[in-house]
């Protein structure tokens, strides 16, 4: 059976669209077009689009004399994408493709694709946001290692060995910031590219939430200040997640309410909704998924603030940490199929909900797959 043609709509494309003939005519001028080039249909068509769109590229040359559709090149087929300014500085990011009838043929229309900037100015901002965080926090912990393992070598002998210890130890320190830090590099570009993957066993929930309670503890945080709340053994259903994963999210989480609040730690478990508009609304009926809440008393999370946490550099009102680790966190529960969320807890502080599915994924697949 043949496909049936499709007749499409230039208005409906979703960059601006701009068609000129072979005399350089402007034939097609979309509604998008309109609105990034900020040049009404009617001054352009019908018009010489070189003289409607007087483009000159990020040198200052005129871009139309410098490309020329009509008279150049008869091998030349278009041009990638490019940032072209009009008159005014508006900028336009340009793609270009010259149609000919034959190999060798003058150009019978030369069909221009616009879209605006502001998309790629904020992913340059991003970068380059990215480069100074990590210049930054790269700088503290290789300073503060290249200074003591310079200090040892030279006047190894001058020190006693608790000095020696200490060293080591802040040493050690800081290259575990190191590590962590580009661990969160390297999720991030495996999120943001897609490619994020984890490996999923069978996880004891209560047992690795009591792990997390222990290792704060004995990090010296009081252990009066941390309460673990886990069902009895066998009233949760299976979860399967990547354990190492798991281990990264939880750690972020109870790290973030120990060190934003001089009040309680809580970590609790139990059953809910998966529905991330739905895991702090107690009557839901749904009990789909594992859910797991840290929760601490200190100053919370201002309201106005709550849906940029998961966001690249959110650090709230403090200046410390590359403001990644969120990110990561929503990154990292995703891609396990579960949700999170931020609300304000009952002890002052904020309650970070998160939900993992229930059950074995690999239930119901054939033996051989």
């Not at 943001?192 to 069978?202: K, M, Q, S, Y």
């Not at 690249?312 to 529960?333: A, I, Q």
Request: with cysteine.
């Amino acid at each position: 059976m043949s496909p049936v043609p499709v007749l499409l709509d230039p208005e409906d494309l979703p960059d601006g669209l701009v068609v000129a003939d072979a005399d350089a005519r402007a034939v097609v001028v979309t509604a998008e077009a309109e609105r990034v080039l900020g040049v009404p249909a009617a001054d352009l068509l019908g018009r010489d689009v070189r003289e409607g769109l007087p483009w000159q590229d990020t040198s200052g040359r005129r871009w139309w004399a410098c490309t020329d559709p009509w008279s150049g090149l008869a091998t030349r087929r278009g041009h990638r994408e490019r940032l072209l300014v009009l008159p005014g500085g508006r900028e336009v990011l340009v793609t270009a493709r010259y149609v000919r009838p034959g190999r060798g043929r003058p150009v019978s229309r030369v069909v221009l694709s616009v879209r605006p900037t502001a998309a790629r100015r904020r992913a340059e901002q991003d970068h380059a946001g990215l480069i100074a965080t990590v210049a930054h926090e790269l700088r503290s912990p290789l300073t503060s290692v290249k200074g003591f393992t310079s200090t040892l070598l030279r006047r190894w002998d001058r020190f006693s060995d608790e000095q020696k210890q200490l060293m080591l130890r802040t040493v050690e320190h800081d290259a575990d910031r190191v590590t962590r830090l580009i661990t969160e590099l390297l999720d991030i570009s495996r999120i943001d590219a897609g490619r994020l993957e984890v490996r999923t066993l069978p996880v004891d929930l209560a047992a690795v939430l009591r792990g997390h309670a222990e290792r704060a503890v004995a990090s010296g945080l009081d252990p009066a200040r941390i309460e673990v709340r886990v069902p009895d053994p066998g009233a949760l259903p299976e979860v399967w997640a990547d354990h190492d994963r798991l281990d990264q999210v939880l750690a972020n989480l109870v790290e973030n309410a120990v060190r934003h609040g001089d009040g309680p730690v809580r970590l609790s478990l139990g059953t809910g909704p998966l529905t991330a508009e739905h895991l702090d609304d107690a009557a839901s009926p749904q009990a789909d998924a594992v859910v797991v809440c840290v929760e601490d008393g200190g100053a919370g999370i201002a309201e106005a603030h709550i849906p940029l946490v998961f966001t690249k550099f959110w650090r709230g009102e403090s200046r410390g940490g590359t403001g990644l680790g969120l990110y990561v966190v929503r990154g990292l529960v995703e891609a396990h199929g579960g949700r999170i969320v931020v609300r304000r807890s009952d002890l002052g502080g904020a309650r970070f909900v998160l939900a993992l599915p229930a059950g074995d994924p690999t239930a119901g697949l054939h033996p051989d797959l």
